[in-house]
């Protein structure tokens, strides 16, 4: 999916991403806002993943809400 398309509806997409990443709190949904770089950085963060396996997560997320 375009992450462009994610950014700009990010509170409809933001209930996918906190089921699917369940350590992500409130305010960590606010400060990512869409950003992907900053989903990756928190996701690190809460998770203790390496760079590339986060990207990959993301990836796969990512085509999954291209199908919804």
């Known amino acids: ?3 462009d398309r994610i950014e700009g509806n990010w509170k409809q997409f933001s209930g996918s ?3 699917q990443w369940g350590k ?4 960590d ?3 990512i806002n869409g950003n992907r770089e900053k ?4 996701l690190q963060e809460r998770y203790g993943l390496a760079k590339d396996q ?3 997560q993301v ?6 809400v291209d199908r919804m």
Not at 24 to 27: A, I
Not at 39 to 42: Q, S, T
């Open 1 to 3: 999916m375009n992450w």
């Open 54 to 56: 986060v990207k990959e």
């Open 29 to 31: 949904m606010a400060q």
């Open 59 to 64: 990836d796969t997320w990512s085509r999954g």
């Open 39 to 42: 989903l990756e950085g928190k």
């Open 17 to 19: 991403v906190k089921t």
């Open 24 to 27: 992500l709190t409130d305010d």
